[in-house]
Nanobody, 125 residues
Framework: QVQLVESGGGLVQAGDSLTLSCAASGLTFSTYVGAWFRQAPGMEREFVAGISRSGSTLYPYSVQGRFTISRDNAKNTIYLQMNSLKPEETAVYYC???????????????????WGQGTQVTVSS
């Protein structure tokens, strides 16, 4: 049974940094691509960062240069380092994973098979 468990969310001030973790179990992690999404109340779930099997990364323009996704296959964990956080980035952050035999970084939520339960990130102004 595949499980993804996020941690590291919390309340921070604008401009602060935060690192989220996503621990995976029940899968051969190195064969999966991973991503982080976020969803604010009343909004669609949006792609925040993706990482391929080889470790190449992809970000939307809105977070490029401030967010960093990384993976540690030995620990079955994906991380999201977030710097210079903004109040409008308050949301529930989800990690996602899908098994792929090639090096891709899908950006649509429907591309992912497994999801964590989410962790709340609140950025105060």
């Amino acid at each position: 049974q595949v499980q993804l468990v996020e941690s590291g969310g919390g309340l921070v001030q604008a401009g602060d940094s935060l690192t989220l973790s996503c621990a995976a179990s029940g899968l051969t992690f190195s064969t999966y691509v991973g991503a982080w999404f976020r969803q604010a109340p009343g909004m669609e779930r949006e792609f925040v960062a993706g990482i391929s099997r080889s470790g190449s990364t992809l970000y939307p323009y809105s977070v490029q240069g401030r967010f960093t996704i990384s993976r540690d296959n030995a620990k079955n964990t994906i991380y999201l380092q977030m710097n210079s956080l903004k109040p409008e980035e308050t949301a529930v952050y989800y990690c996602a994973a899908v098994q792929r035999s090639y090096d891709v970084k899908p950006t649509h939520r429907d591309d992912y098979d497994y999801w964590g339960q989410g962790t709340q990130v609140t950025v105060s102004s």
